[in-house]
């Protein structure tokens, strides 16, 4: 058990001298300044309440607040910067609403920024205290990724921000380089993040709500010693649509990635994210075997109903205890971890309560597993990547567990283990399993004897020091009524918030000629005002919640185009965008569907760059030589991803080149093509080149760009895609929509 030690508490005094700063601060302020785009601010300083209008200055280069300057505090009194009025667009917003830097003892509160690409930007700053600021929406993405299917492109990477590559992604707040920083009663939604941090240290995030984003609500990179508590970090996600696929695309709660230590992540509500806690010891650890993200508790948190991972920590040593993890995919996803702690927690409705590749010396006590499908599994991979430094240089065997003292309640399988030696399994209550032991030859060493220094060790109580926060917020209050990965429901701008209107539509799999509809949103009533594609409508006025059938009209070929247009009238209300809409105002909501068949013919050809290589020569192929397609297809549609090359009957080609052609049976009009890609792409409409990327990019694990192209066509406009591939991970996808 851990036991708090009042004594050794250094976060009191931190927590202590920030309220005192707070309260009697000596700088004086300077009375309802009124800003102006790009004023610097070098002493304390009350900011006239207004909305400051900055559209018209926003630029990626110059941010509209500098604050630079030691022991200041400025108080924004509520007021708010606008960065883009275009709020149905937040995929274009650019800027910084307010940078600080080179600074000491600085506090910011009152704040609103929304409209920009960063709201707030702190670097080289020390005691810095961000408190009662609202940074939401502000930047993200337009998701690619459909009910029906994920779109690669929507996958996000965090390999690399030793230069702050991370700022692509945009924040709420980005802190760089800012130790014992404090963030409190802070708020952050929709935006793809909502706190990043990088190179920060002795920190405390207290008392904020960071949720409904569709990246991070707290990513960290080589950030020791922060203390993050009470924080209701819920509903960062992409990448999830229920009963179809659960991808999360790297989304999450929290994420510690890179050389993060010594952290205490304490009581946060981190449910309904991609992955609930994601931490990984960092390229530098894989390439070298030292080092990690070590260290770190997470103590009394709830990271149930992720669409992954409830926790994944992988190639490090930590602690999980007192936590609740009910159903996701794993509940504890821990590959390569070794000397970890995981005791006293909830496990309940997962797919894998704990699942442990390669791990060594690890210690699994006193938690409760109930109706997993498999409770423990733990296993060794035949082979591993050759090329990993970290197997190289470390002692990667799965082995040396102990597993005491759990209860096990109604799990299919209790324990699976194979390649595992080392196994001390006792002390543990059993009861409605099917299978309790699944092992093979490879399993050695497997004891169930009792030995009592091994229970003295796993009852031994360790100290820990915890942050006194004055007025501790609840984060777990009002949240059970979205209980389950069900109320996941992913837009196009990221995930529902439940404070609009929404048709969701709750057979997307189906292929029979019915769809059948939710209705969810506030209080009130809603009618159906136009309708497309679709006909027998079950009802066309109700009240919320509701459930509406209706079925598609035929549309050769497969073709649909689908629009369900209601009207709501009821309780105030938040747009997906933001917008405050009054009570009793009409409010417009629709559900669209598109998707138009066409006839590809796609060819595709080995290539040998140091024969001839199309990126640098003015042909696809050399002109003294004719080649033979390896591999041919029809496809109605071009959605293709490649690992590790292209597969052609019995061959795997590193190098290939793919070329596809169509022409489009849709009437003249506006349209929008949508093109996803990994390495190079060029796509014309006619003969003009619409899209022109003859470029190898970076490649992530499975990320890859999108473009959205509008164009006029013509009836039976002719599309073409050259596409090249190299080994590793390669993409290419097309869609065409009407320009709504």
């Given at each position: 058990m851990y036991f708090v030690d009042r004594k050794s508490e250094p976060m009191i005094k931190f927590a202590t001298t920030c309220?005192?700063?707070?309260?009697?601060?000596?700088?004086?302020?300077?009375?309802?300044?009124?800003?102006?785009?790009?004023?610097?601010?070098?002493?304390?300083?009350?900011?006239?309440?207004?909305?400051?209008?900055?559209?018209?200055?926003?630029?990626?280069?110059?941010?509209?607040?500098?604050?630079?300057?030691n022991d200041i505090t400025i108080d924004f009194s509520q007021a708010t910067l606008i960065g883009n009025t275009d709020i149905t667009h937040p995929?274009?917003?650019?800027?910084?609403?307010?940078?600080?830097?080179?600074?000491?003892?600085v506090t910011i509160k009152n704040l609103t920024a929304k409209g920009y690409k960063l709201a707030l930007l702190a670097r080289n700053v020390e005691e810095l205290v961000i408190e009662n600021c609202d940074f939401s929406y502000n930047y993200r993405p337009r998701l690619q990724s459909s009910q029906q299917k994920e779109d690669v492109s929507d996958w996000l990477s965090y390999h690399q921000n030793e230069k702050d590559e991370w700022l692509r992604y945009g924040a709420g707040v980005y802190l760089s380089q800012c130790s014992k920083a404090v963030v409190r009663n802070c708020?952050?939604?929709?935006?793809?993040?909502?706190?990043?941090?990088?190179?920060?240290?002795?920190?405390?995030?207290?008392?904020?709500?960071?949720?409904?984003?569709?990246?991070?609500?707290?990513?960290?990179?080589?950030?020791?010693?922060?203390?993050?508590?009470?924080?209701?970090?819920?509903?960062?996600?992409?990448?999830?649509s229920h009963g179809v696929y659960q991808r999360g695309q790297d989304s999450a709660g929290i994420l510690a990635f890179e050389q993060c230590n010594g952290n205490l992540f304490y009581k946060n509500n981190v449910t309904h994210s991609g992955d609930g806690f994601f931490l990984w010891a960092g390229q530098s650890t894989m390439e070298s075997g030292s080092g990690g993200c070590n260290d770190n508790?997470?103590?009394?948190?709830?990271?149930?109903?992720?669409?992954?991972?409830?926790?994944?920590?992988?190639?490090?040593?930590?602690?999980?205890?007192?936590?609740?993890?009910?159903?996701?995919?794993?509940?504890?996803?821990?590959?390569?971890?070794?000397?970890?702690?995981?005791?006293?927690?909830?496990?309940?409705?997962?797919?894998?309560?704990?699942?442990?590749?390669?791990?060594?010396?690890?210690?699994?006590?006193?938690?409760?597993?109930?109706?997993?499908?498999?409770?423990?599994?733990?296993?060794?991979?035949?082979?591993?990547?050759?090329?990993?430094?970290?197997?190289?240089?470390?002692?990667?065997?799965?082995?040396?567990?102990?597993?005491?003292?759990?209860?096990?309640?109604?799990?299919?399988?209790?324990?699976?283990?194979?390649?595992?030696?080392?196994?001390?399994?006792?002390?543990?209550?059993?009861?409605?399993?099917?299978?309790?032991?699944?092992?093979?030859?490879?399993?050695?060493?497997?004891?169930?004897?009792?030995?009592?220094?091994?229970?003295?060790?796993?009852?031994?109580?360790?100290?820990?020091?915890?942050?006194?926060?004055?007025?501790?917020?609840?984060?777990?209050?009002?949240?059970?009524?979205?209980?389950?990965?069900?109320?996941?429901?992913?837009?196009?701008?990221?995930?529902?918030?439940?404070?609009?209107?929404?048709?969701?539509?709750?057979?997307?799999?189906?292929?029979?000629?019915?769809?059948?509809?939710?209705?969810?949103?506030?209080?009130?009533?809603?009618?159906?005002?136009?309708?497309?594609?679709?006909?027998?409508?079950?009802?066309?006025?109700?009240?919320?919640?509701?459930?509406?059938?209706?079925?598609?009209?035929?549309?050769?070929?497969?073709?649909?185009?689908?629009?369900?247009?209601?009207?709501y009238t009821g309780e105030a209300i938040i747009s997906p965008f933001g917008e405050k809409i009054p009570k009793g105002r009409r409010y417009p909501f629709r559900f669209t569907q598109f998707f138009q068949p066409l006839d590809w013919e796609v060819l595709w050809f080995k290539m040998d760059t140091a024969y001839y290589n199309p990126l640098h020569e003015t042909g696809l192929f050399a002109p003294t030589v004719r080649m033979a397609p390896v591999k041919r297809d029809t496809a109605d549609q071009l959605d293709y991803a490649w690992w590790n090359g292209l597969?052609?009957?019995?061959?795997?080609?590193?190098?290939?080149?793919?070329?596809?052609?169509?022409?489009?049976?849709?009437?003249?009009?506006?349209?929008?093509?949508?093109?996803?890609?990994?390495?190079?792409?060029?796509?014309?409409v006619g003969d003009q080149i619409v899209l022109n990327e003859w470029k190898v990019l970076p490649k992530g694990a499975d990320s890859a760009p999108n473009r959205r192209i509008k164009l006029h066509l013509t009836s039976n406009q002719y599309i073409r895609v050259d596409h090249l591939g190299f080994s590793g991970f390669s993409a290419l996808g097309i869609k065409l929509l009407p320009v709504r």
């Open positions: 309220l005192f700063l707070l309260l009697f601060h000596n700088g004086i302020y300077a009375q309802n300044l009124v800003l102006k785009p790009g004023i610097n601010i070098n002493k304390s300083v009350r900011i006239k309440k207004a909305v400051y209008d900055f559209s018209k200055n926003s630029s990626a280069a110059k941010p509209a607040v500098i604050i630079e300057g995929d274009i917003y650019q800027g910084i609403a307010v940078q600080v830097q080179n600074s000491r003892k708020r952050i939604t929709g935006n793809q993040n909502a706190l990043l941090m990088t190179g920060c240290s002795n920190g405390l995030i207290y008392n904020n709500d960071f949720s409904f984003n569709s990246g991070l609500g707290i990513g960290m990179y080589r950030c020791s010693g922060n203390r993050i508590a009470y924080n209701r970090l819920i509903f960062n996600i992409r990448g999830y508790l997470l103590l009394e948190n709830d990271f149930s109903y992720a669409a992954t991972n409830g926790i994944e920590l992988t190639f490090s040593r930590n602690t999980v205890s007192g936590n609740r993890i009910f159903e996701c995919e794993n509940g504890i996803w821990g590959g390569y971890s070794f000397n970890t702690i995981i005791r006293n927690n909830r496990f309940r409705n997962n797919k894998t309560a704990i699942a442990i590749e390669h791990g060594q010396e690890n210690s699994i006590s006193y938690n409760l597993f109930d109706q997993d499908k498999q409770a423990i599994r733990l296993w060794a991979n035949e082979k591993q990547p050759a090329d990993w430094g970290y197997v190289q240089h470390r002692d990667t065997r799965s082995r040396g567990y102990n597993i005491v003292s759990n209860s096990f309640n109604r799990n299919s399988t209790v324990f699976n283990f194979s390649r595992t030696s080392g196994l001390h399994v006792f002390s543990n209550t059993f009861s409605g399993y099917d299978q309790l032991f699944r092992t093979d030859n490879t399993v050695t060493d497997l004891d169930t004897t009792m030995y009592y220094e091994i229970l003295e060790q796993v009852e031994k109580d360790t100290s820990i020091s915890l942050p006194e926060i004055i007025s501790p917020a609840d984060p777990f209050k009002g949240t059970g009524n979205w209980a389950g990965r069900k109320n996941i429901r992913m837009t196009e701008w990221g995930p529902y918030d439940f404070r609009y209107p929404l048709i969701w539509n709750s057979n997307p799999a189906d292929t029979s000629a019915w769809m059948e509809f939710e209705l969810l949103g506030p209080k009130g009533k809603w009618t159906v005002k136009n309708k497309k594609g679709l006909d027998s409508l079950s009802a066309t006025k109700g009240g919320f919640p509701a459930k509406l059938r209706a079925k598609r009209t035929a549309n050769g070929r497969g073709a649909r185009d689908i629009q369900l247009e209601l009207e597969k052609a009957g019995e061959n795997v080609y590193d190098q290939f080149i793919t070329t596809a052609g169509s022409r489009t049976p849709l009437p003249a009009g506006d349209y929008e093509l949508s093109v996803t890609w990994q390495d190079a792409v060029r796509v014309y």
